[in-house]
Each structure stands twice: as structure tokens, then as C-alpha cells.
């Protein structure tokens, strides 16, 4: 059974940076698409960036493009989100997701094809 756990949340000043870490395992399948979802206050659950553990472009949302950075060490089972200049509007929940598959779909991370999820961890960056 695949188990994710996310860490790495905590709070921040805005400008500041943070390191999220997701520890997988359980893993059956050759290959995921591994993704970050968060949740903010009243809003629903969204796509941050995503990466495909057989290689290839990682894809970030439009609102992360540039300041946050999506990576994987496949050694330690281990996917990462290096989130620089963070905004009072990145304040959320964290989700790393995964599922099995031939490559990550294009386009903003959709969490419906999303089969296995991390419980979170929370995200506060202060103004």
C-alpha cells in the first residue's frame, strides 16, 4: 500500500523560504506522477507543480512559476517542494499526491487523478 508524509510546514515571514519534504513508500508500480496540492483558508484544493519520477520537465502553476521548486530523490523515496518568496497567499495546507502511470498529465495538477495522498502539513507566511 502506497503511504505518503508530507513535513517540513511550519511558519515563515513573507519573503522567507521553506522546504517541504514528502517520504513515500509502498511503492508497486514502476512509475508516478508525484504532485503538490495545497488548501487555503475557504478555498478548495489546488495544483502546485508536479514531476514525473521517470524524468521530465517538472510543471508549476502559474501563481508558484519561479519561486518554488519541485524535485525528487528517487535513492531516498523522497519528493521535495523548495518554496522561495513566499506570500501571505501561499498560507495553506500541503499535499503531496501520487499515482501510477506512463508520465504526469499536462497542465495544472488535477487532483482527481491524484489515487494517493499524504495527510498535509500546514503552511503559514505572516506579513
Known amino acids: 500500500q502506497v503511504q505518503l508524509m508530507e513535513s517540513g510546514g511550519g511558519s515563515v515571514q513573507a519573503g522567507g523560504s521553506l522546504r517541504l519534504s514528502c517520504s513515500t513508500s509502498?511503492?508497486?508500480?514502476?512509475?508516478?506522477?508525484m504532485g503538490w496540492f495545497r488548501q487555503g483558508p475557504g478555498t478548495g484544493r489546488g495544483g502546485v507543480a508536479q514531476?514525473?519520477?521517470?524524468?521530465?520537465?517538472?510543471y508549476y502553476a502559474y501563481s508558484v512559476k519561479g519561486r518554488f521548486t519541485i524535485s525528487q530523490d528517487n535513492a531516498k523515496n523522497t519528493l521535495y517542494l523548495q518554496m522561495n518568496s513566499l506570500k501571505p497567499e501561499d498560507t495553506a495546507t500541503y499535499y503531496c499526491?501520487?499515482?501510477?502511470?506512463?508520465?504526469?498529465?499536462?497542465?495544472?495538477?488535477?487532483?482527481?487523478?491524484?489515487?494517493?495522498w499524504g495527510p498535509g502539513t500546514q503552511v503559514t507566511v505572516s506579513s
Open positions: 514531476i514525473f519520477t521517470g524524468g521530465g520537465t517538472p
Open positions: 499526491a501520487a499515482f501510477p502511470g506512463r508520465d504526469c498529465w499536462s497542465g495544472d495538477p488535477d487532483e482527481r487523478d491524484f489515487a494517493y
Open positions: 509502498g511503492y508497486s508500480d514502476s512509475n508516478y506522477c
